[in-house]
Nanobody, 132 residues
């Protein structure tokens, strides 16, 4: 059974930082791209970041480029989202998701990262609130 468990959310002031973690079980990161999506109240779910270990591809939405950084822990199946210079517009529920990806692949995250509907598995979501 695949499980994705998010942690690290919370309340932070504008300009602050948070690091989200997505602990995966039941899959290996070499076979799945891991992405972060977020949903603000009244808005559609949107792509934030993506990482696929097998081709090294990384995707970041324009709105978070240069502020958010995605990485993985090679010792365990965990993907991190480091979020810096947070803004009130970053507020929302953040979801970790996984999609089966081919090997070999080239820049797979550019195809998956922006599109939450392509996901195979989802975490339960975690709240991030940025106060002004």
């Amino acid at each position: 059974e695949v499980q994705l468990v998010e942690s690290g959310g919370g309340l932070v002031q504008a300009g602050g930082s948070l690091r989200l973690s997505c602990a995966a079980s039941g899959l290996i990161l070499e076979d799945y791209a891991i992405a972060w999506f977020r949903q603000a109240p009244g808005k559609e779910r949107e792509g934030v970041s993506c990482f696929y270990r097998s081709d090294g591809s990384i995707y970041h939405a324009d709105s978070v480029q240069g502020r958010f950084f995605i990485s993985s822990d090679h010792a365990k199946p965990t993907v991190y989202l480091q979020m810096n210079s947070l803004k009130p517009d970053d507020t929302g529920v953040y979801y970790c998701a996984a999609k089966a990806a081919p090997r070999p692949a080239v820049n797979f995250c550019s195809l998956y990262g922006p599109y939450p509907g392509h996901s195979d598995f989802w975490g339960q979501g975690i709240q991030v609130t940025v106060s002004s």
